[in-house]
């Protein structure tokens, strides 16, 4: 099971801009343990979405339990691996 939730919607508006929303919630640890999640998330966002993203498009990132724990690089697979399976 991946450490997160990939949710991608077109919005209508005819934006091309991509928008990136993160979300822990208390279930997965403490301030500490959800802060530095969220830094892993946005570098992980900063790094595939601009080439693997979908413009115009909100991309909200759920963190989960095992997020924490997995190696960067193996997040980094399992993101874009979602990012492919949706482009399909």
């Keep these: 099971m991946p450490g997160f939730v990939l949710l991608v919607r077109k919005r209508e508006d ?11 919630t208390k279930k997965v640890g403490n301030a500490v343990v959800r ?6 998330f946005r570098a992980l966002a900063a790094e595939l ?3 693997h993203g979908f413009a115009g498009a909100d991309h909200i990132l759920i963190g989960r339990n095992g997020g924490i724990e997995r ?18």
């Design 35 to 40: 802060n530095r999640m969220k830094r892993r």
């Design 49 to 51: 979405l601009p080439s």
């Design 14 to 24: 005819d934006d091309p801009t991509m928008r990136v929303g993160i979300t822990i």
């Design 71 to 88: 190696d960067f690089a193996l997040l980094r697979d399992e993101l874009g691996a979602a990012l492919r399976k949706l482009a399909r």
